[in-house]
């Protein structure tokens, strides 16, 4: 049983959609971040960057003894490489498309539209410098993900593999960055089919919804310690 150390948001849903799709059992473990669970210091040896998701297996295909991974983009990895190579193409070109299609959403897309979704939530009133940087850019990358599925049915190419299960639960937010998906018809063709999928309908089961519609939630001071301020710059030491 894989311990997934869960909240409901695109990143953790990368994680829980692979492990619905492969029908492996596991266990999500939710975390409260606004109270500050992410912090402790036992939550420091199954992921040093102190940040969700993260599994422990603890029957990894070496016999050895439990290991626990952060980062999504190389949980998916790992659990590709554990079950047969799994949502990666193949051949070479298509293996390494999938790749270099992952570290695009983790380097590009993800924290861009991140950094967008944190601006317009969280910042105060008339700061617009910021939310127009990462929205333009979040935009950019919208136009470059359309091309490629204008261009070929998945990102990967011609099958589903785990650069869309990454990039899938970021597309669904974007209504948290006020984008519509209008402009955007390989983006939907695309988004609409692999929502489809069993396995994707199994790992979004457990969302948070109301909470992505927010528009500067009120936070107390706790809380915000806890997100962005003195009690996350802590955590770390
Ligand atoms: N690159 C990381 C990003 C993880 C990440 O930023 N997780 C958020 C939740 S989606 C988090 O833990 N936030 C708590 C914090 O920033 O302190 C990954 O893909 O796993």
């Given at each position: 049983m894989i311990d997934v150390h869960f909240v409901p948001t695109p990143n953790g849903h990368k994680v829980s959609i692979m492990l619905a799709e492969l029908d492996v059992p596991h266990r999500l473990i939710q975390y409260n971040m606004l109270a500050g669970d992410?912090?402790?210091?036992?939550?420091r040896h199954i992921s040093p960057n102190g940040k969700l998701p993260a599994i422990v297996d603890p029957a990894p295909k070496d016999g050895g003894p439990p290991f626990p991974l952060f980062e999504s983009g190389a949980i998916l990895f790992y659990l590709s490489e554990k079950h047969d190579n799994a949502f990666m193409p193949n051949d070479l070109r298509g293996r390494s498309l999938a790749q270099q299609w992952l570290m695009w959403q983790m380097a590009g897309f993800g924290p861009m539209h991140g950094q967008a979704h944190h601006f317009i939530r969280y910042a105060p009133e008339g700061q617009d410098y910021p939310i127009n940087r990462y929205r333009n850019e979040a935009i950019r990358l919208l136009n470059v993900l359309e091309q490629r599925l204008h261009d070929a049915a998945y990102m990967a190419g011609d099958e589903y593999s785990v650069a869309d299960m990454a990039t899938w639960p970021w597309v669904s937010a974007v209504r948290a960055i006020q984008v519509d998906l209008e402009p955007y018809p390989s983006i939907r063709r695309w988004h609409a089919e692999i929502g489809q999928r069993p396995g994707v309908q199994r790992g979004t089961e457990v969302t948070n919804e109301r909470n992505l519609a927010k528009l500067r939630p009120k936070l107390n001071e706790e809380e915000w310690s806890n997100l962005f301020g003195e009690n996350m710059l802590r955590s770390g030491q």
């Open positions: 992410h912090l402790k210091e036992e939550f």
